[in-house]
T-cell receptor, first 113, second 114 residues
Framework: DADVTQTPRNRITKTGKRIMLECSQT?????MYWYRQDPGLGLQLIYY???????NKGEISDGYSVSRQAQAKFSLSLESAIPNQTALYFC????????????FGPGTRLTVL | DQQVKQNSPSLSVQEGRISILNCDYT??????FLWYKKYPAEGPTFLIS?????DKNEDGRFTVFLNKSAKHLSLHIVPSQPGDSAVYFC?????????????FGTGTRLQVML
């Protein structure tokens, strides 16, 4: 079984709809992250959480919100989706007791029409 | 401001030869560097890393070299295999208040030809 899972893997939605992307991990890591990737660009950090009570904005947090329901679960919400939020979204985890290496989920391809 | 740059969007190499992927950075506070490999429809997979206290780290066919004075790192793959065909991302972390936050380059697509 995969250590970091994301649901759904693919989603098509319409402008203005609320969307939630979910991430779960079995690695026992305390830190979790959400990134988006656009064609030809690197991964940009949306939000990150160093533990359940710690949520921080990344480089591109506008239009997004997150919830850390448990150490193993970190969800990303688009309150009112717009077409330029069409992208690949990745969740990642890391362990504060180790190096800064992050481990990624398989990604969610989101299309906003 | 792109703090981590991969100036070559793509690279083609013959099977069995060496692949060299390059990465430059501008933030002198970065102290830990990583390479990730990404296949289509999958998430990035950690490949190899190097701390700023070293100038070389080797893991099997993969070697990362760090030149701090030039703010440059490179990934060498020897020998290259068709399964190495993927997009490779360079990433960096470090600096005050940035623990565990990674800054990524835009990626280099490597194609290993038979």
């Amino acid at each position: 079984d995969a250590d970091v899972t994301q649901t759904p893997r693919n989603r098509i939605t319409k402008t203005g709809k609320r969307i939630m992307l979910e991430c779960s991990q079995t690695k026992g890591h305390d830190r979790m992250y959400w990134y988006r990737q656009d064609p030809g660009l690197g991964l940009q950090l949306i939000y990150y959480s160093f533990d359940v009570k710690d949520i921080n904005k990344g480089e591109i947090s506008d239009g997004y919100s997150v919830s850390r329901q448990a150490q193993a679960k970190f969800s990303l919400s688009l309150e009112s989706a717009i077409p330029n939020q069409t992208a690949l979204y990745f969740c990642a985890t890391s362990d504060r007791r180790s190096t800064d290496t992050q481990y990624f989920g398989p990604g969610t391809r989101l299309t906003v029409l | 401001d792109q703090q981590v740059k991969q100036n070559s969007p793509s690279l083609s190499v013959q099977e069995g030869r060496i692949s060299i992927l390059n990465c430059d950075y501008t933030n002198s506070m970065f102290d830990y560097f990583l390479w990730y490999k990404k296949y289509p429809a999958e998430g990035p997979t950690f490949l190899i890393s190097i701390s700023s206290i070293k100038d070389k780290n080797e893991d099997g066919r993969f070697t990362v070299f760090l030149n701090k004075s030039a703010k440059h790192l490179s990934l060498h793959i020897v020998p290259s295999q068709p399964g190495d065909s993927a997009v490779y991302f360079c990433a960096a972390s470090g600096g005050t208040g940035t623990a565990s936050k990674l800054t990524f380059g835009t990626g280099t697509r490597l194609q290993v030809m038979l």
